[in-house]
């Protein structure tokens, strides 16, 4: 699989819900992004993660939707700014274990959050992936429904599960994720992602979803999958 895939694959992002939903890869959130070239930032991270990760993942790990405090601003699913900054004191991971080709960045505005943000979700699941042995290339982690809902008398910065009719817009991008990494192993984060790829058609594995204290659960269910 070439890196022209990985292009045509984030352009398939472009195609996202209105309405309380952001595009992280293609929007700018004017409220708290640095600036008009945050999106492009966003895509050149994530093109170089997937890239790291073709022909060498073995454990694919699905999510439900990006979170503010993670992909909204990393542009990398369950991945958050201070994890690809090296500023995450529970997870011992370098600028290196998510891609070598370009330098890692911030996206959201300083004033917003001194050492950029950091996700809940994103720290649980790389932590426990790294304790088990798995090497950073090894995993890669996408979301069932690829871009951001949110809450919107709450604002940008909050979360919501995706509703139905969000899903089905995400399952042409989850399918075009899953042809451009044909893992050993796929494993879901939750019902919601559980029922996306369900809808596909696809052998998974199911776990607990590590957010709102799922985390020992979760640490326990992927221990006997990825091992």
């Not at 990494?181 to 019902?191: K, Q, R, S, T, Y």
């Not at 020992?216 to 990825?226: N, S, W, Y």
Request: proline letters at 6%; a positive charge.
């Amino acid at each position: 699989m070439s890196g022209d895939a990985v292009e045509k694959f984030i352009k398939l992002l472009k195609k996202s819900p209105s309405r309380a939903v952001f595009n992280p890869w293609w929007q700018v959130d004017k409220q708290n992004d640095i600036g008009r070239n945050a999106p492009g930032i966003r895509r050149k991270q994530l093109a170089a993660y997937l890239r790291a990760r073709l022909g060498k993942a073995k454990d694919a790990l699905i999510g439900e939707a990006v979170g503010y405090r993670g992909g909204h601003f990393s542009g990398i699913p369950m991945t958050s700014e201070r994890l690809l900054l090296g500023r995450n004191k529970k997870v011992c991971v370098k600028s290196d274990d998510f891609f070598s080709d370009i330098k890692p960045r911030r996206t959201s505005k300083p004033a917003k959050c001194r050492h950029g943000f950091s996700e809940p979700t994103a720290t649980i699941v790389w932590s426990t992936l790294l304790k088990l042995g798995l090497r950073p290339e090894q995993f890669v982690l996408w979301n069932a429904f690829p871009w951001h809902s949110f809450v919107a008398h709450r604002g940008i910065l909050s979360n919501r599960t995706p509703t139905k009719k969000e899903r089905v817009a995400g399952l042409a991008v989850l399918k075009a994720f899953l042809d451009m990494f044909p893992p050993d192993e796929i494993v879901a984060l939750g019902n919601v992602a559980a029922s996306q790829l369900t809808e596909l058609g696809v052998e998974m594995q199911r776990v607990r979803h590590p957010a709102s204290g799922g985390a020992k659960l979760f640490r326990q269910q992927i221990a006997k999958i990825v091992r």
